[in-house]
């Protein structure tokens, strides 16, 4: 199932459209209830994340406030190394902050990122994660809030990108293997 002529990169879905709404409408009615009250801020970490956020805030039915941030992450050889590279424009100190992320593999740069708004004293500092590769990880990360549990596969689509496209796919695919090599 292709959604762009002329495509052939996309293998199976994995999580339709539908079933990623549920799960978004879900995760946003409990961080909703979780977080009654109090100043709510979601920050995302780009350009994944995007899709995933702008679902869940308004699956929230409670103020909250939105701010971004972007890293680059050189996992391959260089012991984990991450960079911002785009810091977030507003001081989270005192703020209730949920880090909201397309998916969690290695853990290597939520884990990077966490260390670093941990030390600027927010007044609570919790994970929501759309996708969890959970047999990868790394570095053991707490995640509140998680959608849904995925294989060891490349995956495209709702954020989740290969050579930066195919993140306008409105549901979750894996590709076929010869497009990653
Ligand atoms: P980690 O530091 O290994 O946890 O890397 C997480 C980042 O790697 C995610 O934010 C994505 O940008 C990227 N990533 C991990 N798995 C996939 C995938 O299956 N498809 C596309 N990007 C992925
Ligand atoms: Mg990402």
């Known amino acids: 199932m292709t959604r762009f002529s002329g495509d052939s990169v996309v293998e199976k879905v994995l999580i339709t459209e539908e079933a990623i709404a549920a799960r978004v409408a879900e995760l946003g009615s409990a961080i909703a209830r979780d977080y009654a009250g109090q100043d709510l801020r979601l920050l995302t970490v780009l350009r994944g994340g995007l899709f995933f956020l702008a679902d869940l805030a308004r699956a929230i039915d409670s103020h909250l406030t939105l701010d971004f941030m972007a890293v680059s992450s050189f996992s391959a ?73 995925v294989p060891d596969r490349f995956l495209v689509g709702y954020g989740l990108d290969l050579g930066g496209r195919l993140r306008n796919l409105p549901y979750i695919a894996t590709v076929d293997e010869a497009a990653l090599t």
């Open 77 to 149: 050889g260089t012991g984990g190394a991450v960079r911002i590279t785009k810091d977030l424009d507003d001081s989270i100190e005192g703020a209730a902050v949920v880090v909201v992320e397309d998916i969690i593999d290695t853990g290597l740069t939520l884990n990077y990122v966490l260390s670093v708004l941990k030390g600027r004293g927010p007044a609570s500092l919790e994970v929501c994660t759309l996708l969890d590769k959970d047999i990868r990880r790394i570095v053991d990360l707490p995640i509140a809030y998680r959608g849904f549990s």
